[in-house]
């Protein structure tokens, strides 16, 4: 490759701390704000930092197409570190001044949004040159993983020292990043080509917006007067994304969709029902258990991949992940919490076979593969989401004459509503299943198509 490279190649643990926080750019800031948020029982606020962070995030990876086709990841990677960076010091100053803690939250989420679509081609590159680079990231796991536990343990008791961690930790990242400048790697290029700009995907972006806007804050603080607008926004998304894209979708786009909308479901709900019920041990082992199961894959995919037959692993971990969800109905914190870790682990699994896949798809520009399946990912998230509250509120006016939502924004537990919500569990599990017997049954007859050809 041509072009100047970095003056000094990085090392491996500073490479582990962009590892980290390549794994960790979603659900840190998600775990940092959800022990953040002050919680206002029938106020329905839209800016809470949670709502933020969470829906500016998945909206600006939405987005980032428009500007142009990506020349230069690392470019794009800097600049959104900064963003954040600047958005972890406002939040340092919020006790002085509570809207900097929304101002916080809103460059966090808008910064972080693509830190793991746009490291993977400087990370791949970086493997390439020095494949002892590619041991940096079980050591980034390990720290995404203590630091993930350490915000979940210690936010209540000592949140400030948890801000002032977490400020830390992305300015080490910046630091990291900035001293090590792997421009090179792209031939200094700028980080759009403008004359390849699709502004289509501001209209994705915008769509997102309003559905996790209009979903976050009907969880938040159960007022449902607007909850049909998500649906709605997420019907003309799939519409337009349908007119837009006419190839044939292949079947690890589909497992893309699936992967993304049973590791949502499984955070989600386990969120929802144990905050509910007022079991607060296992809501503070589920985002544990959700972090734990990272650690599956890489410990395990390679040797399953000895055991299966070939292409038939997925799919078994496909149906497996779906089955185990109904487990989550019992109400044991040990089953809850093994359920949730297996099957986090399962759909990982999937979810690198389909990584490695779009990173092999001819169709796209090569440094947009790892942006096209995590956009895939998050829009599967999305439709899980949409698809559990509807069930949820349909449950409540149909079965239980009540809003089921309003137990979990009062911060009021109530052990009444665990029979609709573990329906609500049965239904989306159901549709998970019968997903996955879909994707399996899909990949067969296409299978026996090119056989018969």
């Not at 989420?109 to 390439?128: I, K, Q, T, V």
């Not at 479901?265 to 905050?275: A, K």
């Not at 185990?324 to 699994?349: K, Q, R």
Request: proline letters at 5%; glycine letters at 6%.
């Amino acid at each position: 490759m041509s072009g100047r490279t970095s003056a000094k190649p990085i090392s491996r643990l500073p490479l582990a701390v962009l590892c980290s926080l390549s794994d960790g750019h979603m659900l840190l800031p998600y775990l940092l704000f959800s022990g953040l948020a002050i919680k206002q029982p029938g106020n329905a606020d839209f800016f809470v930092p949670i709502v933020i962070a969470y829906t500016v995030q998945r909206a600006c990876l939405m987005a980032l197409r428009g500007f142009g086709e990506i020349t230069n990841p690392y470019r794009i990677l800097r600049g959104g570190l900064f963003v954040a960076f600047a958005g972890a010091l406002l939040l340092l100053f919020s006790p002085l001044l509570m809207p900097l803690q929304s101002v916080g939250a809103l460059l966090i989420g808008a910064g972080l949004s693509c830190f793991g679509a746009m490291f993977r081609p400087m990370f791949d590159l970086l493997a390439a040159r020095d494949p002892a680079c590619r041991k940096s990231s079980m050591p980034g796991m390990l720290l995404y993983t203590l630091l993930s536990v350490a915000i979940v343990a210690l936010t209540e008791s000592v949140s400030m020292a948890i801000q002032a961690v977490f400020f830390v930790y992305l300015l080490c990242a910046l630091i990291i990043l900035c001293r090590f400048d792997q421009n090179g790697l792209f031939e200094n290029r700028p980080a759009f080509d403008t004359a390849k700009r699709k502004p289509v995907f501001f209209l994705f972006g915008g769509l997102y917006l309003m559905c996790l806007l209009v979903l976050r804050q009907y969880k938040q603080s159960g007022v449902s007067v607007l909850f049909w607008l998500a649906p709605l926004a997420l019907f003309f998304t799939f519409l337009l994304e349908a007119f837009r894209d006419r190839a044939k979708y292949e079947v690890f786009v589909f497992r893309t969709y699936w992967a993304g909308a049973v590791k949502c479901f499984l955070l989600l709900f386990n969120l929802l029902y144990h905050s509910s019920v007022g079991n607060t041990t296992m809501v503070l082992f589920t985002n544990i258990a959700v972090v734990l199961g990272g650690f599956i894959p890489a410990l395990l995919a390679k040797p399953l991949k000895k055991l299966f037959r070939e292409g038939t692993l997925y799919n078994s971990c496909m149906m497996l992940a779906s089955a185990l969800c109904f487990l989550l109905i019992v109400p044991s914190n040990i089953l809850n919490f093994l359920t949730i870790l297996l099957c986090e682990g399962l759909a990982g699994i999937v979810s690198s076979d389909n990584t490695a896949a779009y990173m092999k798809d001819e169709r796209h520009v090569p440094l947009e593969r790892p942006l096209i399946r995590e956009r895939i990912n998050t829009a599967g998230g999305v439709v899980s989401q949409v698809v559990l509250l509807c069930v949820v509120y349909l449950l409540g006016e149909f079965a239980a004459h009540r809003d089921l939502m309003l137990v979990n924004a009062s911060a009021v537990p109530d052990a009444s509503v665990a029979p609709a919500l573990r329906a609500a569990c049965l239904i989306c599990t159901g549709l998970l299943l019968l997903t996955a017997v879909l994707i399996v049954c899909t990949q067969k007859r296409r299978e026996q198509r090119t056989a018969d050809k």
